[in-house]
């Protein structure tokens, strides 16, 4: 079956410490993963995609297909970093599965 | 107004209501979508249309029934309704050569008493 597994509900860290966002996906075929965000009172939104292997808002992803994850990784977090992240899975077509989310909360 | 918008925001009914959720585009996205987020549960994709024709119905319940009259309207009607139906509804977006970036509107949030 196809899952995406954000073990992590809540993720708490001090402004400019590494954070590192988890996704773990369950899938046969050939995975195209992404991570979205949902800040306060804004709207669902991408982030990045794995194809594009683009760092954005100083974020990285790496697929790591003998694992089966995704991790979404930042150096140094930043306080408007905090927010919602969800990891999803297209398995081609019009479906894309998303995870439960995690939040994280950057402290100053 | 550019961008996925869905009107009502927020809509209290009791169980023997109808009521209709409204999804509008002006993206010139062709690829429309019904996703439903309930507390502590991940979004569950419920419908998709693509060009108006229905491409995915994921064991929906009939008392939700999805109507997409355009590539740029998508409604969500809803009869008989039970408490557990209370929800967060997004609807979606995407450029069908491109259906992993999905663009979201703010979502409907039902209360179903």
């Known amino acids: 079956a196809q899952r995406v597994t954000q073990p992590e509900k809540l993720l708490s860290v001090f402004k400019g410490a590494p954070v590192e966002l988890k996704c773990n996906y369950s899938y046969s075929g050939s995975p195209e993963l992404f991570w979205y965000v949902q800040y306060s009172r804004q709207r669902l939104q991408l982030l990045l995609r794995?194809?594009s292997r683009e760092s954005i808002k100083g974020f990285t992803a790496d697929l790591n297909k003998g694992e089966t994850s995704f991790h979404l990784k930042k150096p140094f977090a930043q306080e408007e970093d905090s927010a919602m992240y969800y990891c999803?899975?297209?398995?081609?077509?019009?479906?894309?599965?998303f995870g439960a989310g995690t939040r994280l909360f950057v402290k100053a | 107004e550019t961008g996925v918008t869905q009107t009502p925001r927020h809509l209290v009914m009791g169980m023997t209501n109808k009521k209709s959720l409204k999804c509008e585009q002006h993206l010139g996205h062709n690829a429309m979508y019904w996703y439903k987020q309930s507390a502590k549960k991940p979004l569950e994709l419920m419908f998709v249309y693509n060009f108006k024709e229905q491409t995915e119905n994921n064991s929906v319940p009939s008392r939700f029934s999805p109507e997409c009259p355009n590539s740029s309207h998508l409604f969500l009607h809803l009869h008989t309704l039970q408490p557990e139906d209370s929800a967060l509804y997004l609807c979606?977006?995407?450029?069908?050569?491109?259906?992993?970036?999905?663009?979201f509107g703010e979502g409907s949030r039902l209360t179903v008493l």
């Open positions: 979606a977006s995407s450029h069908p050569d491109d259906t992993g970036e999905l663009f």
């Open positions: 999803a899975l297209s398995t081609g077509g019009f479906k894309t599965i």
């Open positions: 794995h194809i």
